[in-house]
């Protein structure tokens, strides 16, 4: 059974850092591509950054780049999104999904297996 488990989201000031974590079960997510995305309230789930299966290509959103960094452990079976810098606009709640393949791994409707979602809020 495909299972993701996103942790480390909360509550955190501007300019703080968070690592968000998704830990995987039930398949080797080395061979997966891997997303993340984020929704706030009223606007629609968006890509942040992924990892394509393909190639292991890292891609992230305008908004993020250059402040968000993800990444994989493979022995642990675990995805991270570790977040710097952070802004208010980041609140939302952040998800991880995962698929056996991704055309466009920015885009949630490739993605079949998804977590439970965490949630962040950056706030003074």
């Known amino acids: 059974q495909v299972q993701l488990v996103e942790s480390g989201g909360g509550l955190v000031q501007p300019g703080g850092s968070l690592r968000l974590s998704c830990a995987a079960s039930g398949f080797t997510l080395d061979r997966y591509a891997i997303g993340w995305f984020r929704q706030a309230p009223g606007k629609e789930r968006e890509g942040v950054s992924c990892?394509?299966?393909?190639?292991?290509?890292?891609f992230y959103a305008a908004s993020v780049k250059g402040r968000f960094t993800i990444s994989r452990d493979n022995a642990k079976n675990t995805a991270y999104l570790q977040m710097n810098s952070l802004k208010p606009e980041d609140t939302a709640v952040y998800y991880c999904?995962?698929?056996?393949?991704?055309?466009?791994?920015?885009?949630?409707?490739?993605?079949?297996?998804w977590g439970q979602g965490t949630q962040v809020t950056v706030s003074s």
């Open positions: 999904a995962a698929d056996w393949w991704s055309i466009n791994c920015m885009d949630p409707t490739d993605f079949g297996s």
């Open positions: 990892i394509n299966s393909s190639d292991g290509k890292v």
